[in-house]
């Protein structure tokens, strides 16, 4: 016990020193040296938050390194000897006047109704339930080349988004490992990378593509044409437009752009189910505050009923369909600690420390089991889900 304290204390000491260092502009917090990475992850593990510093984006390291000093501030003491106090949350105006999409009703928001489908409703319209029902139970393994082979093909299902995307499926990821009724052809895949937000992806020339297929899906042996089934989250960085109608139908085009985008990547893509992001409000920084994380769900509304009302650029049922058919997945927005009509909150854990805007290990778990409960139950996803559905 007196060597662990000894350890401790030199580890403190040292990122005493790193921030010290940095705050002194000292250091290039972009290019760490290999000890200094591991005082910078050990430092926030202390703070209930677990990162891999080559995994984090540019951005993430800037703001984990900001965390980092402003909790050190805080532990040393003032001039008249008292202690700081923490730093207070950042101002959420939002927090008590937004509604999730699933608990509207027959309410509307600026003239709009709320619900995850047209009309106000949260269920599929029968019509395009059907096409991706059909969609769904004509799923089958496919090789590497994208031939149908029962005997050794794979159904891959990919996550397509960002850091919290990546850390929401680790962690959906960790918990299929034990599920018991999982298809045995079915290939679960993180593409989600940190730091790659909606406009950083939303270019078919981006490098994020070729690392999904490099970093991801090769070194599992499988290839972008046995992808056929996608969970798309994402959001914008820093975004400053707060007009409601104008900032969400734009974020829309930018995620019917990235659909198209990944038809072509992913060429036998079939089915994409979408989520809104978390809650925002106990963001302390402006990568995605509210009210943007709750306007991804709008964005999600808005490009799912273009399909629906048949958009020539949304077409997913022909030969040379432009886009996968797309879905709603899980609604993951909730406005706090208030449960939506899907029966999920957001308390203060469920958050990071760092930023109030990555999910904490509570966070992620929430994701994690709404994502098996959707997908375990939903009907166009059961067919190639769970094993005695598919038929094995």
């Not at 799923?139 to 080349?145: C, H």
């Not at 499926?169 to 679960?188: A, I």
């Not at 042996?221 to 437009?241: C, H, M, N, Y």
Request: aromatic letters at 10%.
């Amino acid at each position: 016990m007196k060597r662990f304290n000894r350890n401790f204390s030199i580890l403190l000491l040292l990122a005493f020193a790193l921030t010290a260092s940095l705050a002194k502009a000292q250091i290039d917090v972009q290019n760490l040296t290999p000890q200094q990475q591991k005082i910078f992850e050990s430092r926030l593990k202390q703070m209930g938050v677990t990162v891999d510093y080559n995994k984090l984006s540019a951005e993430e390291k800037e703001t984990y390194f900001r965390s980092i000093k402003q909790e050190e501030h805080k532990r040393q003491p003032s001039r008249q000897g008292e202690q700081r106090s923490a730093r207070p949350e950042q101002a959420n105006p939002y927090k008590n006047t937004l509604t999730p999409l699933t608990d509207f009703g027959e309410g509307s928001y600026q003239g709009v109704r709320g619900g995850l489908y047209p009309d106000g409703e949260n269920v599929r319209p029968q019509a395009h339930n059907e096409v991706g029902l059909a969609i769904a139970k004509a799923l089958k393994p496919l090789d590497r080349s994208g031939r149908v082979n029962e005997k050794s093909g794979k159904i891959v299902w990919l996550s397509i988004g960002m850091s919290n995307t990546t850390q929401e499926t680790g962690r959906f990821l960790e918990l299929m490992k034990d599920y018991p009724d999982k298809n045995p052809k079915l290939e679960l895949v993180d593409g989600a990378f940190g730091g790659k937000a909606i406009n950083e992806i939303n270019d078919a020339n981006a490098p994020y593509w070729d690392n999904i297929v490099k970093q991801r899906l090769e070194p599992r042996g499988l290839s972008p044409e046995q992808v056929q089934i996608v969970w798309f989250k994402l959001a914008e960085v820093r975004p400053t437009d707060t007009t409601f109608l104008t900032y969400t139908h734009g974020l829309a085009e930018k995620y019917l752009s990235a659909m198209q985008i990944l038809k072509k990547k992913f060429p036998n893509v079939r089915l994409a189910y979408l989520s809104s992001r978390i809650y925002g409000g106990y963001a302390t920084t402006d990568l995605n505050p509210e009210p943007f994380a709750w306007y991804t769900g709008w964005a999600n509304k808005f490009l799912i009923e273009e399909q629906i009302n048949g958009d020539p650029r949304l077409d997913c049922t022909d030969s040379d369909a432009k886009v996968p058919w797309l879905s709603w997945g899980p609604y993951l927005w909730a406005n706090g600690t208030s449960q939506n009509a899907q029966g999920i909150n957001w308390i203060r854990s469920d958050l990071s420390d760092a930023d109030g805007t990555h999910p904490a290990s509570t966070g992620r778990q929430k994701v994690a089991e709404a994502l098996i409960k959707f997908f375990s139950t939903d009907e166009t996803s059961v067919p190639w889900f769970l094993k005695k559905q598919a038929g094995y």
